[in-house]
T-cell receptor, first 111, second 118 residues
Protein backbone atom coordinates (compact mmCIF):
# COMPACT_ATOMS: atom_id res chain seq x y z
CA UNK A 1 0.00 0.00 0.00
CA UNK A 2 1.54 3.26 -1.11
CA UNK A 3 1.29 5.91 1.57
CA UNK A 4 1.95 9.61 1.75
CA UNK A 5 2.08 11.14 5.19
CA UNK A 6 1.64 14.78 6.12
CA UNK A 7 1.17 16.53 9.42
CA UNK A 8 -2.48 17.58 9.34
CA UNK A 9 -1.79 20.74 11.27
CA UNK A 10 -3.08 23.30 11.62
CA UNK A 11 0.23 25.05 11.09
CA UNK A 12 -0.01 28.65 12.12
CA UNK A 13 2.64 31.22 11.17
CA UNK A 14 2.72 35.02 11.34
CA UNK A 15 2.66 37.07 8.19
CA UNK A 16 6.12 37.43 6.70
CA UNK A 17 7.48 34.25 8.29
CA UNK A 18 8.64 31.08 6.57
CA UNK A 19 6.13 28.24 6.51
CA UNK A 20 7.61 24.75 6.31
CA UNK A 21 5.45 21.87 5.14
CA UNK A 22 6.68 18.29 5.22
CA UNK A 23 5.75 15.05 3.55
CA UNK A 24 7.08 11.49 3.64
CA UNK A 25 6.23 8.67 1.27
CA UNK A 26 6.54 4.92 1.45
CA UNK A 27 7.13 3.86 -2.17
CA UNK A 28 10.84 4.01 -3.01
CA UNK A 29 9.97 3.74 -6.69
CA UNK A 30 8.22 7.11 -6.66
CA UNK A 31 9.50 9.39 -9.37
CA UNK A 32 7.44 12.56 -9.43
CA UNK A 33 6.40 14.79 -6.57
CA UNK A 34 3.88 17.60 -6.50
CA UNK A 35 2.55 20.18 -4.12
CA UNK A 36 -1.01 21.37 -4.56
CA UNK A 37 -2.80 24.15 -2.73
CA UNK A 38 -6.48 23.81 -1.98
CA UNK A 39 -8.56 26.66 -0.66
CA UNK A 40 -11.67 25.75 1.29
CA UNK A 41 -14.44 24.71 -1.07
CA UNK A 42 -12.20 24.84 -4.13
CA UNK A 43 -10.31 22.27 -6.18
CA UNK A 44 -6.54 21.70 -5.87
CA UNK A 45 -4.19 24.01 -7.70
CA UNK A 46 -0.69 22.90 -8.70
CA UNK A 47 2.00 25.10 -7.20
CA UNK A 48 5.22 23.07 -7.47
CA UNK A 49 6.58 19.91 -9.03
CA UNK A 50 9.95 18.31 -8.34
CA UNK A 51 11.57 15.23 -9.84
CA UNK A 52 15.20 15.10 -8.72
CA UNK A 53 16.99 15.41 -5.41
CA UNK A 54 17.72 18.91 -4.17
CA UNK A 55 15.91 22.20 -4.14
CA UNK A 56 13.67 23.81 -6.70
CA UNK A 57 12.66 27.43 -6.30
CA UNK A 58 9.76 29.28 -7.86
CA UNK A 59 9.13 32.74 -6.48
CA UNK A 60 8.36 32.49 -2.76
CA UNK A 61 8.09 28.70 -2.95
CA UNK A 62 10.92 26.19 -2.60
CA UNK A 63 10.40 22.46 -2.92
CA UNK A 64 13.01 20.11 -1.49
CA UNK A 65 13.35 16.44 -2.33
CA UNK A 66 15.44 13.76 -0.65
CA UNK A 67 14.75 10.39 -2.21
CA UNK A 68 17.10 8.54 0.13
CA UNK A 69 15.05 9.72 3.09
CA UNK A 70 11.77 9.52 1.14
CA UNK A 71 11.05 13.05 2.13
CA UNK A 72 9.73 16.08 0.28
CA UNK A 73 9.05 19.51 1.69
CA UNK A 74 7.69 22.88 0.69
CA UNK A 75 8.94 26.17 2.06
CA UNK A 76 6.90 29.33 1.67
CA UNK A 77 8.90 32.49 2.27
CA UNK A 78 7.33 35.80 3.28
CA UNK A 79 4.04 34.05 4.04
CA UNK A 80 0.92 36.02 3.25
CA UNK A 81 -2.63 35.64 4.62
CA UNK A 82 -3.61 34.62 1.08
CA UNK A 83 -1.38 31.56 1.48
CA UNK A 84 -3.78 30.22 4.11
CA UNK A 85 -5.04 26.96 2.63
CA UNK A 86 -4.60 23.21 2.79
CA UNK A 87 -1.42 22.01 1.11
CA UNK A 88 -1.53 18.57 -0.45
CA UNK A 89 1.56 16.52 -1.13
CA UNK A 90 1.15 14.13 -4.07
CA UNK A 91 3.48 11.40 -5.23
CA UNK A 92 3.57 9.40 -8.43
CA UNK A 93 5.52 6.29 -9.25
CA UNK A 94 5.67 4.31 -12.44
CA UNK A 95 3.85 5.20 -15.62
CA UNK A 96 0.19 4.91 -14.73
CA UNK A 97 -0.06 8.61 -13.87
CA UNK A 98 -2.05 7.97 -10.70
CA UNK A 99 -1.22 10.22 -7.78
CA UNK A 100 -1.17 9.22 -4.15
CA UNK A 101 -2.19 12.18 -2.04
CA UNK A 102 -1.43 12.95 1.54
CA UNK A 103 -4.30 14.13 3.71
CA UNK A 104 -3.00 17.68 3.56
CA UNK A 105 -1.64 20.24 5.99
CA UNK A 106 -3.83 23.20 6.91
CA UNK A 107 -1.75 26.37 6.93
CA UNK A 108 -2.98 29.55 8.56
CA UNK A 109 -1.01 32.77 8.07
CA UNK A 110 -1.96 35.34 10.67
CA UNK A 111 -1.86 39.04 9.74
CA UNK B 1 -1.60 26.59 -20.23
CA UNK B 2 -3.03 23.25 -19.04
CA UNK B 3 -6.55 24.46 -18.34
CA UNK B 4 -9.23 21.99 -17.33
CA UNK B 5 -12.86 23.05 -17.41
CA UNK B 6 -15.51 21.23 -15.39
CA UNK B 7 -19.24 21.76 -15.73
CA UNK B 8 -21.58 22.26 -13.98
CA UNK B 9 -20.07 23.80 -10.88
CA UNK B 10 -23.06 23.04 -8.74
CA UNK B 11 -26.01 20.69 -8.99
CA UNK B 12 -28.98 20.37 -6.68
CA UNK B 13 -31.49 17.72 -7.59
CA UNK B 14 -33.97 15.23 -6.24
CA UNK B 15 -33.15 11.70 -5.18
CA UNK B 16 -33.31 9.25 -8.08
CA UNK B 17 -32.08 11.73 -10.68
CA UNK B 18 -29.08 10.94 -12.86
CA UNK B 19 -26.49 13.68 -13.09
CA UNK B 20 -23.84 14.13 -15.77
CA UNK B 21 -20.64 16.06 -15.12
CA UNK B 22 -18.34 17.11 -17.96
CA UNK B 23 -14.59 17.56 -17.82
CA UNK B 24 -12.76 19.19 -20.70
CA UNK B 25 -9.10 19.90 -21.33
CA UNK B 26 -9.10 23.24 -23.13
CA UNK B 27 -5.56 23.64 -24.39
CA UNK B 28 -4.04 20.17 -24.42
CA UNK B 29 -4.97 16.64 -25.35
CA UNK B 30 -5.64 14.68 -22.22
CA UNK B 31 -4.61 11.08 -22.68
CA UNK B 32 -5.68 10.31 -19.13
CA UNK B 33 -8.37 11.82 -16.95
CA UNK B 34 -9.16 11.10 -13.34
CA UNK B 35 -12.30 11.46 -11.27
CA UNK B 36 -12.11 12.19 -7.56
CA UNK B 37 -14.63 12.64 -4.79
CA UNK B 38 -14.02 14.71 -1.71
CA UNK B 39 -16.14 14.82 1.43
CA UNK B 40 -15.91 17.79 3.81
CA UNK B 41 -12.61 18.05 5.65
CA UNK B 42 -11.29 14.89 3.98
CA UNK B 43 -8.69 14.35 1.32
CA UNK B 44 -9.29 13.51 -2.30
CA UNK B 45 -10.47 10.01 -3.00
CA UNK B 46 -9.71 8.66 -6.46
CA UNK B 47 -12.76 7.04 -8.00
CA UNK B 48 -11.50 6.03 -11.42
CA UNK B 49 -8.88 6.52 -14.10
CA UNK B 50 -10.03 7.09 -17.64
CA UNK B 51 -7.92 6.68 -20.77
CA UNK B 52 -9.18 7.99 -24.08
CA UNK B 53 -10.96 5.34 -26.08
CA UNK B 54 -10.90 2.64 -23.44
CA UNK B 55 -12.94 1.61 -20.44
CA UNK B 56 -12.33 3.37 -17.16
CA UNK B 57 -10.45 1.64 -14.37
CA UNK B 58 -12.34 1.95 -11.12
CA UNK B 59 -10.82 1.98 -7.66
CA UNK B 60 -11.80 -0.70 -5.21
CA UNK B 61 -15.18 -0.05 -3.68
CA UNK B 62 -16.42 2.29 -6.40
CA UNK B 63 -19.51 0.97 -8.17
CA UNK B 64 -18.96 1.13 -11.90
CA UNK B 65 -22.69 0.83 -12.61
CA UNK B 66 -23.37 3.73 -10.30
CA UNK B 67 -20.66 6.03 -11.63
CA UNK B 68 -20.52 5.78 -15.40
CA UNK B 69 -17.42 7.25 -17.01
CA UNK B 70 -16.96 7.96 -20.68
CA UNK B 71 -13.77 9.30 -22.25
CA UNK B 72 -14.68 9.44 -25.90
CA UNK B 73 -12.17 12.04 -27.03
CA UNK B 74 -8.82 13.47 -26.01
CA UNK B 75 -10.50 16.57 -24.61
CA UNK B 76 -13.65 15.31 -22.94
CA UNK B 77 -14.55 12.90 -20.18
CA UNK B 78 -17.93 12.60 -18.50
CA UNK B 79 -19.04 11.18 -15.18
CA UNK B 80 -22.67 10.22 -14.78
CA UNK B 81 -23.98 9.57 -11.30
CA UNK B 82 -26.93 7.29 -11.94
CA UNK B 83 -30.01 7.32 -9.71
CA UNK B 84 -28.29 9.62 -7.24
CA UNK B 85 -29.18 9.45 -3.55
CA UNK B 86 -28.35 11.78 -0.65
CA UNK B 87 -25.26 9.75 0.24
CA UNK B 88 -23.85 10.60 -3.19
CA UNK B 89 -23.78 14.27 -2.24
CA UNK B 90 -20.16 15.32 -2.43
CA UNK B 91 -17.59 17.46 -4.22
CA UNK B 92 -16.59 15.75 -7.49
CA UNK B 93 -13.37 16.86 -9.13
CA UNK B 94 -11.80 15.80 -12.40
CA UNK B 95 -8.19 16.11 -13.42
CA UNK B 96 -6.34 15.58 -16.66
CA UNK B 97 -2.83 14.87 -17.79
CA UNK B 98 -0.97 13.84 -20.89
CA UNK B 99 1.93 11.57 -21.66
CA UNK B 100 5.31 12.98 -22.42
CA UNK B 101 8.73 11.44 -22.91
CA UNK B 102 9.64 11.61 -19.24
CA UNK B 103 6.21 10.79 -17.75
CA UNK B 104 6.55 13.93 -15.66
CA UNK B 105 3.38 15.76 -16.41
CA UNK B 106 1.27 16.68 -13.35
CA UNK B 107 -2.46 16.37 -13.09
CA UNK B 108 -4.36 19.57 -13.72
CA UNK B 109 -7.63 19.88 -11.90
CA UNK B 110 -11.01 21.24 -12.92
CA UNK B 111 -12.90 23.55 -10.58
CA UNK B 112 -15.05 20.75 -9.24
CA UNK B 113 -18.77 20.06 -9.09
CA UNK B 114 -20.65 20.30 -5.85
CA UNK B 115 -23.47 17.77 -5.98
CA UNK B 116 -26.33 17.99 -3.51
CA UNK B 117 -29.05 15.34 -3.62
CA UNK B 118 -32.21 16.20 -1.72
Amino acid sequence: QKEVEQNSGPLSVPEGAIASLNCTYSDRGSQSFFWYRQYSGKSPELIMSIYSNGDKEDGRFTAQLNKASQYVSLLIRDSQPSDSATYLCAVRGGSNYKLTFGKGTLLTVNP
Amino acid sequence: GAVVSQHPSRVICKSGTSVKIECRSLDFQATTMFWYRQFPKQSLMLMATSNEGSKATYEQGVEKDKFLINHASLTLSTLTVTSAHPEDSSFYICSATYRDTFSNQPQHFGDGTRLSIL
